[in-house]
């Protein structure tokens, strides 16, 4: 009894046995007509049966790899089976695991799947091109038979040339219309790329933007008129030149298509070729020596270097720095903005440009607490509009580290940071001032003041672990308390909070009325606590130490570090060792005030610049000019391409006959369709396709079955999809229904 895996294998050796065949059908029928070529070329035999070997086992390979033959596994035919055979409940990959490591439900599935396999292998039928290719050999035999045969009769038996009637011949010539010899496009870019002109060998063009393009047409006969149609609906004429030449010269500025048309005893017209616009790309700039977000210390050098990288595509005529310099804070913030031109350039052009810049801040005027915003702008040689771009806005900021107070985050509503800073400060202060006075006091004098700047360090790291989430001390997992030591607990506080009174900065605590509010245990909602919370998002949470935070996460991170330098300085001072706590008291100012800095945003100023007044018509009550904001529409209705729905059904007909002949007035209606499909093809390119085939189909008296195909296959792209109607066919389909129409053309 075969397994799953054994099946699979052996359906995918079929498989692979099927395309191999299909592969070497194509190849031999290439082989075949590669013979037949270099044959009525009078090659040697031996040159002709190489040639059709190599180019045979190069198409076999080429289509092998184009398969991929090499990749064919089990799990790729079990893919295919799962989406092709619905009976297999797409569990065709179980079949691929070993039983043993499934569960039994698993297996109950796979021995399921096994025996739907077994049953659907007489209807699996994989995807191959036997048939057509066998088709295509056997024609292209027969056709190579033909032209052999053909060749030897004609060699062996020539037709004398002395029975063609010259009369009748001269007369047949005289009736035939003019054709187009020879077209010649020469194409001028606009004087600003400093492009050479050129002559593209192929009338489907690809200019630059406003190149001046000009075709000149060779007939074999004279004309009465020759004009160009445009996908624009604009027909321009050409002008008549010497030797039955025609001349036109015009500007592209836009994408489409276009067709020359001819008239002499009846009207002629070529395919449709393209036109594409290659438009003039916006210059390119690139500051990669510079952060976006830079701090100049004030004791440092107060100089930036800018030395941006600006290309083009054609050629650069400007560029310069704006420059936007930030002074005060809150209300009384003033901007002054100025452009800097490079040092390094004088008359700015060419393609690429390597500029430089030094940015003196002292020179601007820029003091501590100051911050300067610039941006780069570079501006390209277009005509008549030229390209503008600039580069994001870049951020200089000198930090004033003698501010006291922190701004509050203008998010909050409330002043959460209560100068703080100013108690930070003050102990560095004091600190400083009792390293100054260890020789002139006594020992014991020296360690106690050390001890209570440590506590007044230990009151602000507490107070700023509120703000970070910490509800106690530690910090670390919840507080076991016990019945009996409420008492001592309470007294302890209440000792705790007489040090702070005596040994803390009182100042500190003259904004806390502005703080979040703290929950009485005793009061009970009136509704049953079921009243919904509105400040649920904004207050301090209490279940999870991480996210109790007033901040953003990246000033939670500073703050942590901030708290982990106030634990460092407080050990020191508790050790009687001040100097050592110096520096991490420091750091922790140092990124206090970073948080600080932090919450300022800088918004680039736009202005709104009203149109001029005109005087005269003040106070006049004169409203001819003032409309109202009410617009009319009108209601399409059946105005969804009706000449292109008309000509499908048209086409659909015409394939269903056996005799492809069209009627004048089907014909007719096909033209008219060709309005509506040169339209759409503005926007598809692929549908000039159906334009040529809609020309040869409108043209000739009997139609042939391919451009009928190519037709409606543009028609069918060229069909918008219609909006949903409240009428009763559009609940007859589920959407699922939909999706499987959707999908049933690629599954075939």
């Known amino acids: 009894m075969k397994s799953g895996i054994t099946i699979l294998t052996t359906l995918k050796q079929r498989y692979v046995r099927l395309r191999i065949i299909e592969t070497c059908v194509l190849a031999v029928a290439v082989g075949v007509v590669v013979y037949s070529l270099l044959y009525m070329l009078e090659t040697s035999t031996t040159t002709r049966i190489i040639a059709a070997v190599v180019l045979a086992i190069a198409v076999f390979l080429s289509r092998f790899f184009q398969l991929g033959l090499q990749r064919i596994s089990e799990s790729s035919v079990a893919k295919f089976l799962d989406n092709r055979y619905p009976q297999l409940k797409a569990s065709t990959d179980l079949l691929l695991i070993d039983g043993q490591e499934l569960s039994p439900l698993a297996q109950l599935q796979q021995l399921q799947t096994t025996a739907n396999l077994k049953s659907s292998l007489n209807e699996i039928r994989f995807p191959n091109r036997i048939a057509v290719f066998t088709v295509a050999a056997l024609v292209f035999m027969f056709i190579a038979a033909a032209v052999v045969l053909n060749d030897f009769r004609i060699n062996t038996n020539p037709i004398p040339t002395q029975t063609t009637n010259p009369i009748a011949q001269n007369s047949i010539t005289e009736n035939l219309p003019a054709e187009l010899k020879q077209v010649k496009v020469t194409v001028q870019p606009p004087a600003y ?11 489907n063009l690809t200019v630059q933007e406003n190149s001046r393009v000009t075709w000149t047409l060779d007939f074999s006969d004279a004309v009465k008129k020759v004009l160009l149609v445009s996908s624009s609906k604009d027909t321009i004429r050409f002008q008549q030149g010497n030797n039955n ?192 006075e260890k020789k002139a006091i006594t020992k014991k004098e020296f360690g106690s003041r050390s001890n209570e700047l440590g506590y007044d360090q230990k009151v602000l790291r507490l107070r700023y672990g509120q703000f970070l989430g910490e509800e106690a001390e530690s910090g670390v997992g919840p507080v076991e308390t016990h019945a009996d030591d409420d008492k001592d607990e309470h007294d302890e506080s209440k000792k705790a909070a007489d040090m702070v009174k005596e040994f803390g900065h009182q100042h500190d605590t003259e904004n806390e009325h502005n703080l979040v509010e703290e929950k009485d245990p005793t009061k009970k909602d009136v509704d049953g606590g079921k009243k919904e919370n509105l400040l649920e998002g904004f207050i301090h949470e209490h279940d999870n130490e991480e996210s109790a935070t007033f901040f953003y996460q990246s000033l939670k991170m500073k ?176 959407a699922l229904d939909n999706k499987l129409i959707q999908n049933l053309s690629p599954a075939q």
């Open 193 to 203: 790329t400093k492009l050479p002109g050129y002559s593209p060998t192929d009338l």
């Open 245 to 436: 030449q025609w001349k036109l010269a015009a500007t592209l500025d836009r994408n489409g298509f276009y067709q020359l048309a001819w008239k002499d005893q009846s009207a002629h017209a070529s395919d449709y070729y393209k036109i594409d616009i290659v438009k003039d790309q916006p210059p390119v700039i690139k500051l990669t020596n510079l952060d976006q977000f830079t701090q100049v210390a004030y004791n440092s050098r107060l100089s930036v270097e800018a030395n941006p990288v600006l290309t083009d595509d054609y050629g650069l005529t400007d560029a310069y720095i704006i420059a936007t310099v930030s002074k005060g804070s809150g209300e009384s913030v003033k901007f002054r903005e100025e452009k800097i031109r490079f040092s390094n350039t004088g008359k700015i052009q060419g393609r690429q440009l390597n500029a430089h810049q030094t940015l003196d801040l002292k020179r601007l005027g820029m003091e501590p607490g100051d911050e300067l915003y610039f941006y780069v702008e570079a501006i390209d040689n277009k005509i008549p509009d030229a390209n503008h771009t600039r580069t994001e806005t870049y951020f200089i900021s000198i930090p004033d580290t003698a501010q006291d107070v922190m701004a509050a985050d203008g998010g909050l509503g409330v002043d959460l940071m209560p100068e703080y800073f100013r108690s930070q400060r003050q102990i560095i202060i004091d600190t400083e001032k009792l390293i100054r």
């Open 559 to 734: 703050l942590k570090a901030a708290l982990a330098q106030m634990w460092d300085a407080e050990l020191y001072l508790r050790l009687y060792e001040p100097e050592k706590s110096l520096p991490y008291q420091y750091t922790a100012l140092k990124l206090l005030k970073e948080i600080s800095n932090d919450s300022r945003i800088y918004v680039h100023r736009t202005g709104f610049e009203p149109p001029p007044i005109k005087e005269e018509k003040r106070l006049t009550a004169d409203l001819n000019e003032i409309f109202t904001s009410r617009y009319s529409y009108e209601a399409i209705v059946n105005k969804y391409f009706p000449n292109t729905v008309a000509a499908l059904q048209i086409t659909e007909n015409a394939l269903s006959r056996q005799e492809k002949v069209l009627s004048t007035k089907e014909k007719n209606v096909l033209l008219n369709s060709g309005t509506e499909l040169a339209q759409a093809a503005l926007e598809n390119p692929a549908l000039l396709r159906g334009l040529t085939a809609l020309k040869t189909i409108t043209s000739a008296d009997k139609v042939v079955t391919e451009d009928l195909i190519a037709l409606r296959k543009s028609y069918w792209l060229a069909l918008p999809k219609r909006p949903a109607s409240a009428d009763r066919n559009s609940l007859t389909l589920h």
